[in-house]
């Protein structure tokens, strides 16, 4: 490469982290040997991967751990005190080596600068689930969505007819990643079951997507219709500050009105707010896994989501829970998260294409892009009938020219995809455990990948640490991110060396 090609592929990669600090996560290029010095980042050739395959019989034993021959597991940290057993670990947020793990009882920060070591830094015991994370700089945000007596750490719960109680977000500051300080709360209207980090365009503050719904009327503030979001203003310099700027309605239609039904007979959820958002900042995107409804929003004014399209499937989709871009913002892959997280779906009974992920292309420009339904993805090893597994949380895999992502299952464990064909998804790596003791119910809540390896929150087992070593995610390896946010989306195409 000459010195002048050299010159102006580092300018294009300077200019890509920056808008990409921007959108919450700064990515730098470093050597291969710099990612993991001790060992062949690729591991097996392709030719070996794609020979058959010798898997144990049946069901895995209670505990029992297996894996494609790529994955290799490589640490476990269990819940710690003041955390009980009940205690669930749910979603994950990272920065600069650093990993936040909400639970519903609080959240845990961890040092993961060595993947294998991982180490606790603190917890903080601040019970109001789900305790789903966010970071931003100095600030850790955790979404509430029960109804607490406070918006204290020492609130006590509440019955849900209480109009008197409090749901909705706190903010922490985490400069002392040792001692967190809670610094602030927002109070929103049925509290904040899930929230998405949205930076704005000057860097100076960042809005919070904070959704919610109403899965029955017994919250006061959850009445029907609630087709809505609550968009929370954060000043960086100011946390104090926070407040809800609006409350932006997304289903003046009412949205799907759903169908009754049982798991196996099958269902929809009526809409009545979002689950989840993910946002493309850089893009000007978002998409949103709203119950009975898959949308997709401009967000180019941060302040005023605007509805592009919107996608319903009656036949197969029970509760649309979650969304991801792939790196080029042409696609999105939806989750369904049949039976509420709590049901054996991933069997016979239930099939392939229920309980699963759907693949849509985005086609068109502007104002006329459409979402275009493409093909179902789930995972293939069935499951016992005490395994709640479904469709979960997951993140890109930073490959170029390649769609690929890690995903959790819960008791399905976790699985490496790819959607670069979107008629034709397939699975090229995965992890799981076997039953839980009693028939528990547990698993992977969430499967993300930061700086080279894959981490999991396990609702049962604590943190999860894997390594997936495989030519054709080995690239990814070499991409450092300073911030990651999953459900805000950055792009990294620009950064690999041409």
């Not at 991933?346 to 093909?375: M, Q």
């Not at 959790?408 to 790819?418: K, L, P, R």
């Amino acid at each position: 490469m000459t010195a002048a090609r050299d010159s102006a592929r580092r300018r294009r990669a300077a200019a890509t982290a920056g808008a990409f600090a921007l959108a919450l996560s700064t990515l730098v290029w470093t050597p291969q040997a710099a990612a993991d010095p001790d060992a062949d980042l690729a591991g097996l050739s392709e030719t070996q991967l794609s020979a058959p395959e010798q898997p144990g019989t049946g069901i895995p034993g209670v505990d029992e751990i297996r894996n494609s021959r790529n994955v290799k597991h490589i640490a476990n940290l269990p819940k710690p005190a003041p955390f009980t057993e009940s205690s669930t670990w749910t979603d994950l947020a990272f920065q600069d080596g650093y990993a936040f793990d909400g639970n519903y009882d609080g959240f845990v920060i961890y040092d993961v600068r060595n993947p294998r070591k991982p180490k606790i830094v603190s917890t903080v015991l601040c019970p109001g689930s789900q305790n789903d994370v966010s970071v931003r700089g100095d600030l850790l945000f955790l979404s509430t969505d029960s109804s607490r007596s406070d918006n204290s750490c020492a609130s006590t719960p509440l019955p849900a007819t209480n109009k008197e109680a409090w749901e909705g977000i706190k903010v922490f500051d985490i400069s002392d990643k040792r001692n967190p300080r809670y610094v602030a709360a927002v109070e929103t209207k049925c509290g904040s079951h899930t929230h998405t980090l949205v930076p704005d365009k000057k860097g100076k503050d960042v809005y919070l997507y904070v959704s919610s719904y109403s899965p029955n009327a017994t919250f006061p503030d959850c009445q029907p219709p609630h087709d809505l979001i609550s968009v929370v203003k954060v000043p960086l310099k100011n946390p104090a500050a926070a407040h809800v700027l609006s409350e932006r309605v997304l289903f003046p239609d009412g949205g799907n009105p759903g169908r009754s039904g049982t798991v196996p007979s099958g269902y929809v959820t009526p809409t009545s707010g979002c689950h989840d958002i993910t946002v493309y900042p850089a893009k000007d995107l978002a998409a949103g896994a709203c119950m009975g409804d898959g949308v997709l929003w401009d967000i180019s004014d941060r302040e005023k989501p605007r509805e592009i399209s919107r996608v319903q499937d009656d036949v197969n989709f029970a509760f649309w829970h979650s969304a991801t871009f792939n790196n080029d913002g042409t696609k999105v892959v939806f989750t369904d998260e049949l039976g509420g997280g709590g049901a054996a779906t991933c069997n016979p009974t239930i099939g392939a294409e229920r309980g699963a992920d759907g693949i849509y292309d985005i086609t068109g420009r502007g104002d006329h892009r459409k979402l275009e339904f493409r093909s179902y993805y789930k995972i293939s090893r069935t499951q016992a009938d005490t395994e709640n597994c479904v469709a979960h949380n997951g993140s890109l895999i930073p490959v170029p020219g390649r769609d690929i992502m890690v995903q959790a299952w819960y008791q399905g464990g976790i699985s490496v995809w790819d959607f670069t064909d979107s008629r034709r998804p397939r699975e090229i790596g995965w992890f799981e455990r076997g039953p839980l003791p009693d028939g528990k119910g547990g698993g992977a809540w969430s499967a993300y990948y930061y700086n080279g390896y894959i981490y999991s929150s396990d609702m049962a087992k604590g943190l999860d640490v894997l390594d997936i070593r495989d030519p054709r995610t080995a690239v990814a390896k070499s991409v450092r991110v300073g911030e990651l946010n999953v459900q805000t989306q950055g792009h990294y195409r620009d950064l690999f060396p041409r």
